[in-house]
């Protein structure tokens, strides 16, 4: 029984979440030979000021500005 956590940066909808959990679990039953039903997969939204890339907050990130932009208008 693959448990499978998946961490995004809050605002994805549930439709991305629903689309992307649909093609881990394709996937893994693919590859690992998992059931369908077994496979498992939390999610967890965080705050872009809770995680940090190459020591910068993801909120203060000028690179991660469009991406952190776009989900804030979800």
Same mark, same amino acid.
């Given at each position: 029984?693959?448990?499978?956590? =998946? +961490?995004? %940066?809050?605002? &994805?909808?549930?439709?991305? $979440?629903?689309? #992307?959990?649909?093609?881990?679990? /394709?996937?893994? =039953? +693919?590859? %690992?030979?998992? &059931?369908?039903?077994?496979? $498992?997969?939390? #999610?967890?939204?965080?705050?872009? /000021?809770?995680?940090?890339?190459?020591?910068?907050?993801?909120?203060?990130?000028?690179?991660?500005?469009?991406?952190?932009?776009?989900? /804030?208008?979800?």
């Amino acid at each position: 029984m693959p448990n499978i956590t =998946v +961490e995004l %940066l809050a605002g &994805r909808s549930v439709e991305q $979440r629903r689309a #992307f959990a649909q093609a881990v679990a /394709d996937s893994a =039953v +693919e590859i %690992l030979g998992a &059931r369908r039903q077994d496979v $498992r997969m939390v #999610f967890t939204e965080i705050t872009p /000021d809770v995680v940090a890339n190459g020591g910068v907050l993801a909120s203060e990130d000028e690179s991660r500005a469009g991406v952190v932009a776009a989900l /804030d208008k979800r």
